[in-house]
C-alpha cells in the first residue's frame, strides 16, 4: 500500500514539478538576457559619448577572451572579465565633455578630472550585484605591472588577472585600429611598443602567452 501510495503521488506531483522547473528555466533565461542586454547599453552609451563605435567594446571583449583561454582562466574569472572589458570605460559618462572630447593635450589638472572615471565606473558597476566581478577590470585596468599606473598604484601579481589581460587587450586594439587621428599600426610595430612595455606596463608572463596568438587575432 505505501509503495501504491508513493508511485500514485509522485506521478501526480511529476507533470507539476517538471512545469514549474521549465518555467524556472524560461525565467533565468530571460534574466540573462536582460542583463545582457543592461551590459550592452552600457557600453554604447559610452562608446556613443567617447566618438567611439561600439566595435572597440567587442573588439577588446574577444581579444581580452582569447588571450584569458590562451593562459588557462577559470569560468568564473572568465565571466568578470567579459564584463568588464565590455564596459571597462563607463565611468565616461562622468567626465565632463570639455575633458573627454578636448582634441589637444589635457593640461595636469584636466588628466586629473580624467583619470576619475576609474572612480566613476565603480560607482556605476557596484550598484549591480551581477557586474560586481567586473569590478577586477573597470577598477584597475589603468594599473600597470611596475605600480606607475593608476588608480592605487598596484604592481606585478596584485593587480588582478583581468586587469592584466585587458591592459594587453586594448592597447593592441587601439594600435592596430583607426582613429581620427591615427592609421593602424601594423602588426610588427604594435608587437614592438607591446614589448616596450614588458616588466613596465604589462605582465611578461601574460604577454608570452599574447605573443603566441597575437597574429591570428590580428589577421582575423
Same mark, same amino acid.
Given at each position: 500500500i505505501v509503495v501504491l501510495i508513493v508511485l500514485v503521488t509522485t506521478g501526480l506531483l511529476y507533470p507539476l514539478i517538471a512545469t514549474l522547473l521549465r518555467k524556472m528555466s524560461r525565467l533565468t533565461y530571460s534574466l540573462l538576457d536582460s542583463n545582457l542586454e543592461t551590459l550592452q547599453v552600457l557600453g554604447s552609451a559610452i562608446a556613443k559619448k567617447d566618438? /567611439? =563605435? $561600439?566595435?572597440?567594446?567587442?573588439?577588446v571583449t574577444i581579444i581580452s577572451v582569447r588571450l584569458a583561454e590562451r593562459i588557462g582562466l577559470d569560468a568564473e574569472a572568465m565571466k568578470g572579465l567579459i564584463k568588464g572589458a565590455f564596459v571597462h570605460d563607463v565611468g565616461k559618462i562622468g567626465v565632463r565633455d570639455s575633458v573627454l572630447l578636448k582634441p589637444g593635450p589635457l593640461s595636469p589638472d584636466e588628466y586629473d578630472a580624467m583619470k576619475d572615471h576609474v572612480d566613476h565606473g565603480l560607482d556605476i558597476v557596484e550598484r549591480s550585484d551581477w557586474l560586481s566581478d567586473a569590478i577586477g577590470v573597470v577598477g584597475y585596468h589603468h594599473e600597470k605591472y611596475d605600480g606607475t599606473g593608476y588608480r592605487n598604484g598596484l604592481?606585478?601579481?596584485?593587480?588582478? !588577472?583581468?586587469?592584466?589581460?585587458?591592459? !594587453? @587587450? $586594448?592597447?593592441? /586594439?587601439?594600435? =592596430?585600429?583607426?582613429? *581620427?587621428?591615427?592609421? *593602424?599600426?601594423?602588426?610588427?610595430? =604594435?608587437? @614592438? !611598443?607591446?614589448?616596450?612595455?614588458?616588466?613596465?606596463?604589462? $605582465? *611578461? $608572463?601574460?604577454?608570452?602567452?599574447?605573443?603566441? !596568438? @597575437?597574429e591570428g587575432i590580428y589577421r582575423t
Open positions: 566618438s /567611439d =563605435t $561600439d566595435a572597440h567594446n567587442y573588439r604592481s606585478g601579481k596584485s593587480i588582478p !588577472i583581468g586587469a592584466r589581460i585587458f591592459a !594587453i @587587450a $586594448d592597447v593592441f /586594439d587601439a594600435l =592596430t585600429s583607426r582613429r *581620427p587621428y591615427k592609421e *593602424p599600426f601594423s602588426l610588427e610595430e =604594435t608587437m @614592438a !611598443i607591446l614589448e616596450k612595455g614588458r616588466n613596465s606596463h604589462f $605582465d *611578461p $608572463d601574460v604577454l608570452n602567452a599574447f605573443s603566441e !596568438i @597575437a
